[in-house]
């Protein structure tokens, strides 16, 4: 059974819209939530949480963990093509070197 | 600084064959990884290594070698290849516990090498 569950699996959106990814995970010990962006290559990295309620903002990209629910949320607002991309989310546990990736959301961004 | 360089980018192999793929970080970081991404299935982890002079086995380490030659380089081995092996392999790294440059989890991730099994 996954640990990480992402939703949705792929997501095609206009231009201008505004998209919310999620990410759901199930781990004892839990230490840290990523978020991830992969273009064409390698993933790059987009924010890390640790702590509830507080969120994390970079531009038109933010995300929020909630670790009663054991769900973060990755919004982003007024969406450009360059935002196409997979988004990743991963988990990590205290005292672990592993991070467990969720499958992914493919995000396409049309005109 | 380069960030994290693996060679090749790509690759054709035929069955049985084998062959390593370089990974190598200029960013001082203690711990390496080595994943594999295959279409719908998320980057699963194959081995890693928390600290120079250690390795250990992630999710899906059978077929696979490594070794950590040192604080820089850290290479996979495919001993005899198989098409399920096909994938596109990505290695990273980050500063682990003992410190170094980035945080704790924050991993950093090489260009990938796209590897095909024949």
């Known amino acids: 059974e996954d640990k990480v569950v992402q939703s949705p699996l792929s997501l095609v959106v206009h231009e201008g819209d505004t998209v919310t990814l999620n990410c759901s995970y199930e781990?004892?010990?839990?230490?840290?939530l990523l978020w991830y962006k992969q273009e064409k290559k390698a993933p790059t990295f987009l924010f890390m949480l640790?702590?509830?309620?507080i969120e994390k903002k970079s531009g038109r990209l933010s995300s929020i963990l909630d670790k009663k629910e054991l769900f973060s949320i990755l919004n982003i607002t007024a969406t450009q093509t360059g935002d196409s991309a997979i988004y990743l989310c991963?988990?990590?546990?205290?005292?672990?070197?592993?991070?467990?990736f969720g499958k992914g959301t493919k995000l396409s961004v049309i005109p | 600084n380069a960030g994290v360089t693996q060679t090749p980018k790509f690759q054709v192999l035929k069955t049985g064959q084998s062959m390593t793929l370089q990974c190598a970080q200029d960013?001082?970081?203690?711990?390496m990884y080595w994943y594999r991404q295959d279409p719908g299935m998320g980057l699963r982890l194959i081995y890693y290594?928390?600290?120079?002079?250690?390795?250990d086995k992630g999710e899906v380490p059978n077929g696979y070698n490594v070794s950590r030659l040192n604080k820089r380089e850290f290479s996979l081995r495919l001993e005899s290849a198989a098409p399920s092996q096909t994938s596109v392999y990505f290695c990273?790294?980050?500063?682990?516990?003992?410190?170094?440059?980035?945080?704790?989890?924050?991993?950093?991730f090489g260009p990938g090498t796209r590897l095909t099994v024949l």
């Open positions: 990273a790294s980050s500063g682990g516990l003992a410190g170094g440059h980035g945080s704790y989890n924050e991993q950093f």
């Open positions: 781990v004892t010990n839990f230490r840290s």
């Open positions: 640790t702590s509830s309620g």
């Open positions: 991963a988990e990590s546990g205290a005292g672990s070197y592993q991070l467990t």
């Open positions: 960013m001082n970081h203690n711990s």
């Open positions: 290594s928390a600290s120079e002079g250690t390795t």
